[in-house]
């Protein structure tokens, strides 16, 4: 049964590849076959997430193709999703089948009950993505869902800028390089290019998170206790704090007008974000093609941990669900499937992806025309996260943890508080008001 069911599936995919969207869906995909099956046709599944059901339409067209399950998508926006899942959780009705939520939530949907132990559903598949995917979805060594997307960042530079003013963004491995080319464009500008854009008193989450991971800093460890008193989180806070002096920022919201419009005229030449970013500048600036330039972060010392991980979108199957087997198939066409996640999600949507096979994918390795000197763009930034070796401390806790920790961090960045007054002041709160 088992080898009929793989002939059945195999024959289903070619010819839908025939069929649909005029075969392009699957003219890259030799070397990586589909991984769903029909074990669940004939099935209708609940998923919720907070993408648009436009966005979503694609994939769930080619779930009902190619595995024969009708998916009905209900999308929410992300904070109302999780509040609805933690409700039906403590009234135990009303949980999709399956749903969308960040890796990060792991522990504490598990801690509620929502989510489903898939550690052996997923054993056969254990290969098609890195360890550290696995380990983001992992607790007490189980595995609870699949990571949908790339938890990586990365240094978005205004090539045609730094080449302007004899800077290699390949040479910025330190942050020390980092601040010290800024300072060169804003100088030698006369401050008519910035090398980044920050709100007042406010630092860039993607630089302040990505020095605390490198010196495997956190609020909390791994087993509950506070941890930001330590010589680690001082640490971190004193380079975000040189950085924050330097003098080579333009006080400039983030999806603000100017903001916009700095992509389009060159004026900062830095942009510190996730790898999903090259779709915001493809949007808003479709004029700079060949002006880019992705790069991995400065390490904190020469040869240091340049890759930090920031979460995963995440398909979960619920607990409740009495179909798990079609609600398997939803999460593998978003994950782990190559047609699904490659084929659909990285061509046609801009999903940056995790998956080994994306390594050796022709459209993956290609050069990009946004990104200067022949860059194959989603090579990078998919090595950005399969270069990735920690994921961060997350725990039921960690929300609360965070939102205590925000407030100090603001007051410190205004010059409110002192580094050790803030950190102080945080885990007092954390020790009065975190179980």
């Not at 024959?11 to 769903?36: D, H, Q, R, T």
């Not at 007042?200 to 909390?220: C, D, F, H, P």
Request: with cysteine; hydrophobic share 40%.
């Amino acid at each position: 049964m088992h080898m009929r069911n793989r002939i059945w599936t195999v024959l289903l995919v070619a010819v839908f590849c025939l069929s649909f969207m005029g075969g392009s869906i699957c003219s890259l995909a030799e070397g990586a076959p589909s991984v769903m099956t029909t074990v669940a046709s004939g099935q209708e599944i609940i998923a919720w997430g907070w993408d648009q059901p436009e966005f979503n339409q694609k994939v769930e067209d080619y779930i009902l193709e190619a595995a024969g399950v009708t998916v009905n998508g209900q999308t929410m926006t992300n904070q109302d999703e999780r509040a609805k899942i933690i409700a039906a959780s403590a009234a135990g009705i009303g949980l999709p089948d399956c749903f969308k939520l960040t890796s990060t939530d792991t522990p504490m949907l598990v801690e509620i009950g929502a989510v489903r132990d898939i550690t052996d559903m997923v054993e056969p598949y254990l290969d098609l993505l890195p360890k550290v995917a696995w380990d983001m979805v992992t607790v007490d060594g189980r595995i609870y869902g699949i990571p949908a997307n790339s938890p990586a960042a990365g240094m978005f530079y205004r090539y045609d800028v730094l080449e302007k003013y004899g800077i290699d963004p390949d040479e910025l491995t330190t942050w020390d390089k980092w601040i010290e080319a800024g300072q060169k464009v804003a100088a030698q500008s006369g401050g008519e290019a910035m090398w980044i854009n920050l709100s007042a008193n406010k630092m860039n989450g993607y630089v302040s998170g990505t020095i605390i991971q490198q010196y495997r800093a956190g609020l909390l460890a791994q087993d509950g206790s506070i941890a930001i008193d330590s010589p680690e989180f001082r640490q971190a806070l004193a380079m975000i704090d040189k950085i924050a002096k330097a003098g080579i920022a333009e006080e400039m919201d983030d999806w603000s007008a100017p903001w916009y419009q700095s992509m389009r005229d060159g004026t900062i030449a830095c942009y510190p974000s996730g790898t999903w970013f090259v779709q915001t500048f493809i949007a808003q600036a479709p004029d700079t093609q060949g002006k880019w330039y992705f790069a991995p972060f400065p390490a904190v010392e020469e040869g240091g941990d340049r890759y930090p991980n920031y979460g995963s979108a995440t398909c979960y199957i619920t607990s409740t669900t009495d179909k798990p087997e079609a609600a398997f198939e939803w999460c593998k066409a978003w994950t782990i499937d190559p047609i699904g996640s490659l084929r659909i999600g990285l061509e046609q949507l801009g999903i940056s992806v995790i998956s080994k096979a994306a390594l050796e994918d022709a459209y993956v390795n290609q050069p990009n025309p946004y990104f200067a000197k022949d860059q194959a763009y989603w090579k990078v930034a998919t090595e950005a996260f399969t270069d990735s070796t920690w994921v961060p401390v997350s725990l039921p806790q960690s929300g609360e943890a965070n939102s205590i920790w925000t407030v100090y961090y603001e007051q410190w960045l205004a010059g409110v508080l002192s580094a050790d007054e803030a950190i102080e002041q945080a885990a007092a709160e954390m020790a009065m008001k975190l179980d």
